[in-house]
Every structure is written in structure tokens, then in C-alpha cells.
């Protein structure tokens, strides 16, 4: 069975561009999660799926970082624009129970 | 809020030497406890859990017991190996609707050496 997979995997940009993070969850997995990980933390929640509807977002800076998951599968995760302080690594994670299954996630360096 | 806090790394052992790393949690109600491992370059992978008080998740050597009383989970190994060199997160899950909502602590990064 395929895990969860992200791309890209590594991405640079510079101050005030836009960047795009793709995830595809577990297949069956109703429930996808969107981490911020900064460098020598924990994993921080950013945004909760059921489905196609984010049913918790409270931490997801509205004002520059926006996800989808249309059709309640796959999900893109969107930051425009983007802030040096935005260098992370973003992961993404499904769950059809208890247990959450974490993709590879994607290195952000924004210069 | 929930809260889970891990010692401090980096923890330098050398093969084959006992290993405990501790963490303890806060929260409300009766949240179920994980260890997660992640090696470098790759996602966060689930290493062991617990659901309720005293019992032991296990899994390649390592375990770690759910104490109430203590409000701990501590990791532990009897005979670490270099190839178990890695960042260590405990967490625990609250949970909200029908999905869990996962806290995790900071971190522990594990140097096992020759």
C-alpha cells in the first residue's frame, strides 16, 4: 500500500513569490492534516480535513496561506507570499482512525 | 491546553547502551500517548503507542508505559544500535469529532555511536 506522498520535495524561492505543496493521502484516509515543522520542533497543525471540509483552521495564517482539498482526496497547500520566516519543513498526514501516517514532507527555503 | 514535554538532546549513547528518554504530557481526559521516530531526510513514522493507563506499547525494541499517575510515557531501549539514530517525538492525541488531533513535544535527537 502507497503512503502519503508530497512534492515537491525540496523547493527555493525568493521573498514574495507564490509556492504550491501537494499532498496525496492514504487511500480510504477521510481525515488529512497540513504540519508546520520548524527546524529543532515539533510538527504544529495548520489545518484539519474531514473530507473536503477543513473542520479546524484556527491555526493556518489566513492572511497569506490558503489549502483545498476539492474533491476530499488530494490537497494543495498554498503561501502567497512568501516570508523568509516561512523556511520549514510542511508535512502532511492522513488518518482513517486513530493513528496518523505522515508523508516525507517538503523543505522550504525562502531566500 | 495540551502539552507534552521531552527532555533535551542530543542524547549520545553508544551501541548496545540502555536507552530512556523521557516525556511527560498534560492534558484533559484520557488522551491516547505515541512515540513517532524520524530519520533523516524522511516523515515522522509511528513508532509505538498507548491508549490508556498502564498499557505498554512496544515495537523493534523500544516501549514505553502510560502512567496516569505520573502523567508520563517514558521511551525506553534496552540495547540501542547506530542504526536507531534519529529524532524521538512524543505526542498525544485529543480527540475532536471523530479524528485525533495530535500535540507533539520538541523533539529528542538519539546519536548511537561505535
Known amino acids: 500500500e502507497a503512503g502519503v506522498v508530497q512534492s515537491p520535495r525540496y523547493k527555493i524561492i525568493e521573498k514574495k513569490q507564490p509556492v504550491a505543496f501537494w499532498c496525496n493521502p492514504i487511500s480510504g484516509h477521510n481525515t488529512l492534516y497540513w504540519y508546520l515543522q520548524n527546524l529543532g520542533q515539533g510538527p504544529e497543525l495548520l489545518i484539519r480535513?474531514?473530507?473536503?471540509?477543513?473542520?479546524?483552521d484556527s491555526q493556518l495564517p489566513k492572511d497569506r496561506f490558503s489549502a483545498e482539498r476539492l474533491k476530499g482526496v488530494d490537497s494543495t497547500l498554498k503561501i502567497q507570499p512568501a516570508e523568509l520566516g516561512d523556511s520549514a519543513v510542511y508535512l502532511c498526514a492522513s488518518s482513517g482512525g486513530d493513528e496518523q501516517y505522515f508523508g516525507p514532507g517538503t523543505r522550504l527555503t525562502v531566500t | 491546553g495540551n502539552s507534552v514535554t521531552q527532555m533535551e538532546g542530543p542524547v549520545t549513547l553508544s551501541e548496545e547502551a540502555f536507552l530512556t528518554i523521557n516525556c511527560t504530557y498534560t492534558a484533559t481526559g484520557y488522551p491516547s500517548l505515541f512515540w513517532y521516530v524520524q530519520y533523516p531526510g524522511e516523515g515522522l513514522q509511528l513508532l509505538l503507542k498507548a491508549t490508556k493507563a498502564d498499557d505498554k506499547g512496544s515495537n523493534k525494541g523500544f516501549e514505553a508505559t502510560y502512567r496516569k499517575e505520573t502523567t508520563s510515557f517514558h521511551l525506553e531501549k534496552g540495547s540501542v544500535q547506530v542504526s536507531d539514530s534519529a529524532v524521538y517525538f512524543c505526542?498525544?492525541?485529543?480527540?475532536?469529532?471523530?479524528?485525533?488531533?495530535?500535540?507533539f513535544g520538541t523533539g529528542t535527537r538519539l546519536q548511537v555511536t561505535l
Open positions: 480535513y474531514e473530507n473536503e471540509e477543513a473542520v479546524d
Open positions: 505526542a498525544l492525541s485529543g480527540y475532536t469529532g471523530t479524528a485525533s488531533k495530535l500535540t
